[in-house]
């Protein structure tokens, strides 16, 4: 592989930003793929690809190419180096690369990768809390963590169905195949861009991993049911909702960001999903309003996101520990106050892109000895985590009102 120049340093000025100023590295990559209209699909791959590499090894990278942060040009070049390395990429004889010391820098990652926090390329807070909390399972989750993720997608009942979909993308010459296990979720063979295919612009699919999917089909909605969606954000989850109703009955999905709201009904518009609507939490009333009244409810909770690192790997270097024990006591919050939406018998299903426990199976149980879980029994409840599944880390419990 032949290194260019324009490529590279668009890579090195898209990591300053997001290392040294703090940008989101999705975010990021969007406006940096946008500079130049002459990239190709190879282009463009190579840029997102090292970035995100790059921002997945940081702290690993980073100690082999002795760079301190906030990082000077000359230090993201050091990372990049060791990136090609690693990679067995030939650098370029350009003066940023001068005396690499490329034999160093393998000898470098054989002593790292010893040490768990190296070789993960992780804070040494989250090393310890994974420890704590998963014990023996950690190790290999968090190397798994750091894996690329497959794409998946997600049929949309309401106008096609699996196999049809799979046809479609296959005439746009992308190739996938079904997801065991569930009804709608299909694996392309290779990551492609898949929002340009027609086949995404008449509203046939989303991106959506099967973990999350499973929470869905977990809830089961039925036609004609009365559905809130109390953490609904831009609609992932809504919308299948939505494709398994058939549009038939009401979702009625909360989130107490606007924006994300305004999103959601535009995914719906191109799904064709009719029966959502949406509510903005702006006071205590809007819940209030809702007490008593849904067959099933969804509570897609926020949470660390420690089961999608591999999708979003900057969050590793976000994520603080005070906004873990946060987010654990808005998760208790969320299970007291939006329990009380369900009729008598009805379904409530709390989840998270999270693999701690103190997140999952211990807020549940927090909630099933406190006063508001007393009407409530477990049925079911399931922890993924992606290095026993491949797919994303993932909790999810489903609970009766009996
Ligand atoms: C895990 S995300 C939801 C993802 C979404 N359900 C999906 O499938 O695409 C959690 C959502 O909870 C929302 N949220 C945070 N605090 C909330 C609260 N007190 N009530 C309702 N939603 C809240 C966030 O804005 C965020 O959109």
């Known amino acids: 592989m032949r290194l260019h120049r324009n490529l590279v340093f668009a890579v090195v000025d898209c990591l300053q930003l997001i290392f040294n100023k703090g940008e989101y590295a999705d975010k990021q990559l969007r406006k940096t793929l946008k500079l130049d209209k002459r990239w190709g699909s190879r282009d463009r791959g190579f840029i997102a690809e090292t970035v995100y590499d790059i921002v997945r090894w940081q702290r690993l990278y980073a100690k082999i190419g002795d760079a301190h942060k906030p990082y000077k040009q000359e230090d993201l070049f050091r990372m990049f180096a060791v990136w090609a390395t690693l990679k067995g990429i030939k650098l370029a004889q350009w003066p940023q690369f001068h005396n690499t010391p490329t ?15 190296y070789k993960a390329s992780i804070p040494d807070w989250l090393d310890e809390l994974g420890l704590t909390e998963l014990g023996n ?54 990551r492609a861009d898949v929002f340009k295919t027609e086949t995404f612009k008449k509203g046939w699919f989303e991106v959506q991993d099967s973990s999350s999917q499973q929470v869905t089909e977990l809830l089961s909605p039925e036609p004609g049911q ?13 919308l299948h909702i939505a494709s398994l109703m058939q549009n038939k009955g009401q979702i009625i999905s909360l989130d107490i960001y606007k924006k994300k709201l305004v999103e959601l009904k535009r ?68 299970l007291q106050a939006y329990s009380k939406l369900l009729k008598p018998k009805g379904t409530l299903v709390y989840a998270t892109c999270s693999i701690l426990p103190s997140e999952n199976t211990k807020q549940v149980q927090t909630f099933l000895t406190s006063e508001a879980g007393q009407g409530f029994k477990l049925i079911e409840d399931r922890s993924i985590l992606t290095h026993q599944t491949g797919q994303d880390g993932f909790y999810m419990a489903k609970l009766k009102k009996v």
């Open 103 to 117: 034999r160093r820098i393998k000898g470098r990652f054989d002593e790292l990768s010893k040490i768990r926090k």
């Open 137 to 190: 399972l950690w190790e290999e989750e968090i190397y798994a963590q750091n894996e690329t993720a497959p794409v998946i997608l997600r049929a949309n009942q309401l106008l096609t169905n699996r196999s049809e979909l799979i046809k479609s993308l296959a005439n746009e010459n992308i190739y996938a195949h079904p997801v065991k296990g569930l009804q709608d979720a299909v694996r392309l063979k290779e």
């Open 226 to 238: 009365r559905i809130v969606d109390t953490c609904a954000g831009a609609g992932g989850k809504t």
């Open 267 to 334: 995914r719906a518009r191109r799904a064709k999903a009719f029966n959502i609507e949406t509510r903005h939490i702006d006071n205590n009333k809007v819940i209030k309003k809702l007490h008593g009244s849904a067959d099933a409810v969804l509570i897609d909770a926020p949470c660390s996101g420690l089961g999608v690192l591999r999708r979003n790997p900057d969050a590793k270097w976000k994520l603080k520990p005070d906004f873990i024990t946060k987010i654990q006591q808005t998760q208790q919050e969320l």
